[in-house]
């Protein structure tokens, strides 16, 4: 437990007029934040699922560089403003909550840049404008950002950091301004570190969001849709039990209170669920918990009777949304040993934290000396114990898991039915047309709630833009004689499904073929894995791309992300990654997905992906007397095996496929009849080596 450093004062009111600019505190050594990486906002923490609109396939670049000119020149008139005064600011994609994808009112960096992929990060200095995003994007990027902008291909050689540009771009100690409430705690620290080389100066802009003020009325409105009760049949642990887990992890790390920020972690420790943020079941809140208290700050005009008793059952008050730094202060004064999980706590908080510490020093006319004085508020900087207990599915969410799946693959297989019945009359039909008509034949299924994100439906080299998103006005033709990739995923009552597939109507070529087999052979090769426990998912990272890599081939990606149970279709702290900063090994009841892939640019895209459940394997040796870890699969449908080039298979991949198809029959022909079971009964046949 260390302490915090002594430094800033407390944030003003939210208003232009009043708006103070203030410099970072760096936390001292003895605070030791979470290291990461500097442009933390490009790292991709998952892989190749997940919503990220696109405007226009064909959009008119002098008609949007305009108008972002008007908003790059708006936006640079405030710097110079009385309370402002900086150099530079930098807009990055998250909410207050460090959540991948957020509400449309939270869009600033979309709306400043015209990107609206969910990963990436926008810098705006006097004379310039840069954005960055990772490899998943530079398609989309390249098509969206008007000639006002440069494109930085964050990932690729020689690219800068956003902290080193700045250093080259801007003269020696300027100042660099930020929405505190938009970084977190441990972002700050690094970007503060990074950008003093230059003798810049980091300035925390509390009153304002810049971006907010030149939004104005065109700004969405924020969502008011009720709060629900995640039922306990779905749940599986009572709130009550999870909140006394909690405070025993409190106790034993000596503190005394937590602050939980990350919107899934508050849903699914309270087991409710929201509608705030588009496909993900959640709603914006903070959740503070203490020894003998807990408190929910949100806004309470989506709190329903329901859930008001709910909470009060589980003793846990209401508190408005944004007095949560009110709170943060109140804690200080009453000398809490703060868990702060500074990885994603965001930096207003931990500095009113700070400074509220600071407050009581001053008051109480003593000295810190690197140890903690009795009865003096510190904190504890500790990743999140409910991200891992979140992680790990307890037996009814396991259960809802494979029981949405199911119900997913008879959606599936009666739209794949019905999709190759069209193209084979030629009938026209656009990919939003087609992603349209998935959306009906889930929304038949008992329990959907919504699609988990916005589906990526890419014919042809619409495919090769990794998180595509087709609109009506601009997007493809369905084309027989290319390759289709569709990534689809829905939130039921019980479960989260995202699935990935790739096929062709007509006939594949022989280069679409190899790398189709390709990605295969790496999807059969982490779907077999078996490991030690306790081993990091990155490690696992080649065995999906080694048949790639064997013919120079490769994917600017992740190979699997983590799955929330009816909640975020994206979920930490686990993920398979070539990026080996994560080192959260694979634990038992955790569920990630197996997504290799392979893009040509301006070609065609390919996407093989299932969910699956992490299981401890009966191996018939245990070395070191440690618990071997392998998978079991979550997902049921078809994989097409026309484009699969049997000659590259080895027997024991064939078996695999042929044992796969086995049980998409065994488990789905059931929930199917009519034209679709005899479409599921066509495309799960034996295949066998020529």
Known sequence: MSALSLSTTPPPSRDLSTTLSQSLPLYP?????????????????????????ITSKHEN?????????????????????????????????????????????????????????SAGT???TSHKAALWTDGRYYLQAEKQLSSSWTLMRSGSSGVPSTAEWLNDVLAPGSRIGIDPFLFSSDAVNELKESVAKSNHELVYLYGVNLVDEIWKEARPLPT???????????????VSIKLANLRCELINHGSSAIVISMLDEVAWLLNLRGNDVPHSPVMYAYLIVELDSAKLFVDSSKVTPEVMDHLKKAGVELRAYDSILSEIERLAARGAHLWLDTSSINAAISSTYATACDKYTETNGSKRKGKNSSGAPTALCKSSPVSLAKAVKNHAELKG????????????????????????????????????????????QAGFVDTSFDTISGSGANGAIIHYRAEPDSCSIVDTQKLFLLDSGAQYLDGTTDITRTVHFGQPSERQKECFTRVLQGHIAL????????????????????????VGL??????????GAALNVHEGPQSISFRFGNMTPLLKGMIVSNEPGYYEDHAFGIRIENLLYVK???????????????FEKLTFVPIQTKLIDLTLLSASEVDWLNDYHSQVWEKVSSLVDGSAREWLWKNTRAVAKP
Not at 77 to 105: C, L, M, N, T
Not at 415 to 442: G, H, I, Q, Y
Request: glycine share 6%; aromatic share 12%; proline share 5%.
């Open 29 to 53: 050594s003895s605070f030791n934040p979470i290291k990461i990486l500097l442009n933390r906002s490009f790292i991709v923490r998952n892989c190749s699922s997940g919503p990220s609109p």
């Open 61 to 117: 670049r002098s008609h949007t560089g305009f108008e972002h000119d008007q908003k790059l020149t708006s936006l640079r008139e405030i710097f110079r403003k009385p309370g402002v005064h900086i150099d530079a600011y930098i807009i990055p994609s998250q909410d207050a909550h460090q959540s991948e994808y957020i509400a449309e009112w939270y869009m600033r960096r979309a709306y400043i840049s015209g990107f609206t992929g």
């Open 122 to 124: 926008a810098v705006v």
């Open 224 to 238: 008011s849709k009720p709060i629900r009760v995640h039922e306990l049949k779905y749940a599986g642990v009572d």
């Open 401 to 444: 898991m494979r029981n949405s799946h199911l119900r997913d693959a008879a959606a599936l297989t009666e739209f794949w039915s019905w999709l190759e019945e069209e193209m084979s009359k030629n009938v026209v039909l656009t990919e939003v047309e087609v992603a349209d008509k998935l959306l009906e034949f889930r929304a038949s």
């Open 527 to 550: 779907d077999q894995a078996v490991f030690p426990e306790n081993t990091p998912g990155f490690v696992l990272d080649a065995f999906a791309r080694s048949s790639l890599w064997k």
């Open 554 to 563: 490769d994917y600017r990606h992740g190979t699997g992300h983590g799955v």
């Open 616 to 630: 401890e394997i009966d191996t018939p040796n245990r070395f070191g007397g440690i618990a071997y870890i392998g």
